[in-house]
């Protein structure tokens, strides 16, 4: 045979692949309607795990037997889709437990962060809540979380993810370990300034202290300066406090603005940080499952065991339902080797049906899904 023949004769075998998916399809209709009366669940595992035995079974050498059980495995995951689109219309979808609410009470309400008074968390809640936002700070990440669980405060605003450092992991942790769910989400430049004692010069300063990570952001501008020495402290408004304490005008600080502002110290120069572009997301948290009217974004996390192709068959659930990921992180399940949990962020709002249906589907199909914020 040569191309052309052999082009035709594909072409016949796809019509007919075609006409039967068309058939294996409608029959899955058929399997849902008695879904729908019966109540039972869409996902049948024992049921697919024999099917992709027997098929692989039916199929001759071992690239071929790989073969029909991947394909098979997507045809049955096509099914699975179609089988939630249809329960969905008959009113089966999923309830996600969330309220819809026209805006997010913003007044009179309390609002933690974590750090110190003049850390960027300090900015991130007064940029998102407003100068005169009754805010108050906590030592560390889960004591924020706690702060809104247990209602003592309205709100926690936290450090999520940086555009240049990446995910700030410990947050992924506790994010599962309290039901706590985003409602928001704000962006801040990471400006550091260079901050000096009020009477103090460029010319005169000898010694910067900051948080290593703000020195090392910094070391472009920090390390064309001669001779000045760079001491690590345990944060940046730390660092301030160091310079307003001391009453030396040969020490500096890296921090925000917003600590000078607080400490009394002088901006000797701005913007010092290498990436001029660097922005830290922070979420808004409070303890009920609430989203606004017109949210675009959702965040979801969910376990899956350490098996070839689980992920890809949980991410059919978007690809099949047209919906868009924008972010994926993977955490170690404690406790559990080689397990995984998944953080996902997809566009789209709780109402959306094609947004229910993709959520339907890893609820059933993945182990302890969770809805942590639609903002
Ligand atoms: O047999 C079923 O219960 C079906 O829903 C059909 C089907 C399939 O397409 O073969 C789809 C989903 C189940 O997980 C198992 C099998």
């Not at 059980?69 to 699975?80: A, H």
């Not at 300066?225 to 600080?253: F, M, P, Y």
């Not at 972010?327 to 995984?340: K, V």
């Amino acid at each position: 045979m040569d191309l052309q023949e052999c082009r035709k004769e594909l072409d016949g075998i796809d019509r007919q692949l075609t006409e039967l998916f068309e058939r294996r399809m409608e029959i899955c209709g058929q399997v849902a309607q008695t879904k729908i009366a019966s109540g039972k669940a869409v996902y049948d595992g024992e049921r697919e795990k024999q099917k992709l035995d027997a098929v692989e079974a039916m199929a001759h050498g071992e690239f071929n037997q790989t073969g029909v059980r991947e394909l098979f495995s997507q045809i049955m995951t096509i099914s699975r889709r179609y089988q939630y689109r249809l329960l969905a219309e008959h009113g089966r979808g999923v309830d996600l437990g969330f309220e819809k609410i026209p805006t997010l009470k913003m007044k009179d309400v309390r609002v933690v962060y974590q750090g110190v008074e003049g850390a960027y968390s300090h900015g991130a809640a007064l940029q998102f809540f407003g100068e005169d936002a009754n805010v108050y700070h906590v030592e560390r990440f889960q004591d924020a979380m706690k702060e809104v669980s247990e209602g003592r405060a309205d709100y926690a605003v936290l450090p999520i993810e940086n555009s240049s450092a990446g995910a700030v992991v410990d947050m992924y942790d506790l994010l599962t370990g309290f039901n706590n769910y985003i409602v928001a989400e704000t962006f801040l430049p990471v400006n550091h300034a260079l901050l000096g004692l009020p009477d103090a010069e460029l010319s005169d300063i000898r010694t910067v202290y900051s948080h290593p990570q703000a020195l090392m952001q910094s070391s472009r501008f920090l390390n064309a300066q001669e001779g000045w020495r760079q001491v690590s402290c345990l944060n940046t408004a730390v660092a301030a406090c160091k310079v307003i304490e001391d009453r030396d005008k040969s020490q500096a600080a890296v921090a925000s603005e917003i600590a000078g502002k607080l400490y009394g110290l002088k901006v000797l120069k701005s913007s010092i940080q290498n990436n001029q572009g660097n922005t830290t997301r922070f979420v808004i948290l409070a303890n009920r499952p609430i989203y606004r009217e017109g949210a675009s974004r959702i965040s979801l996390c969910f376990e899956l065991p350490h098996q070839s192709g689980t992920l890809y068959n949980m991410l059919g659930n978007f690809i099949f339902n047209h919906v868009n990921m924008v972010m994926i992180e993977s955490r170690p399940i404690p406790g559990r080797n080689w397990e995984y949990r998944f953080f996902v962020d997809i566009e789209g709002n709780l109402e959306d049906s094609a947004i229910a249906n993709a959520l339907k589907g890893i609820s059933a199909e993945a182990l302890n899904m969770r809805i942590l914020g639609n903002y």
